[in-house]
């Protein structure tokens, strides 16, 4: 089993940037699809970003963060991240990263329900 703790959240003003940061230990990331969640107040969980394990579509990110939000894994580190600029106050919300054992589909990659590890959340909220 692997285990995930996030950090990295924090205050950010409109048009701010943020890296969060997943650290896991008990197993090698690079042997997991991962994902990064988040879950504003009041609103369902939903995907943001993630690494599919495939060499073909490495990467998956919600329409609503393309262009603005990067996932990378560092296997040395055994770290995954999530590099968020031009952040806005809709990216308000505990952020998650969730592992998933093996590939994972570029098609259901954001599907939270394939995801069997989960971190605890960082909260990051996005205020003037």
């Known amino acids: 089993q692997v285990q995930l703790v996030e950090s990295g959240g924090g205050l950010v003003q409109p048009g701010g940037s943020l890296t969060l940061s997943c650290a896991a230990s008990g197993s090698r990331l690079d042997r997991y699809a991962i994902g990064w969640f988040r879950q504003a107040p009041g609103k369902e969980r939903e995907g943001v970003a993630c690494l599919t394990g495939s060499i073909d579509f490495p990467t998956v990110y919600a329409d609503s963060v393309k262009g603005r939000f990067t996932i990378s894994r560092d296997n040395a580190k055994n770290m995954v991240y999530l590099q968020m600029n031009s952040l806005k106050a809709e990216d308000t919300g505990v952020y998650y990263c969730?592992?998933?054992?093996?590939?994972?589909?570029?098609?259901?990659?954001?599907?939270?329900?394939?995801?069997?590890?989960w971190g605890q959340g960082t909260p990051v909220t996005v205020s003037s």
């Open positions: 969730a592992a998933n054992p093996g590939l994972l589909l570029f098609s259901v990659c954001l599907s939270e329900s394939l995801y069997d590890f």
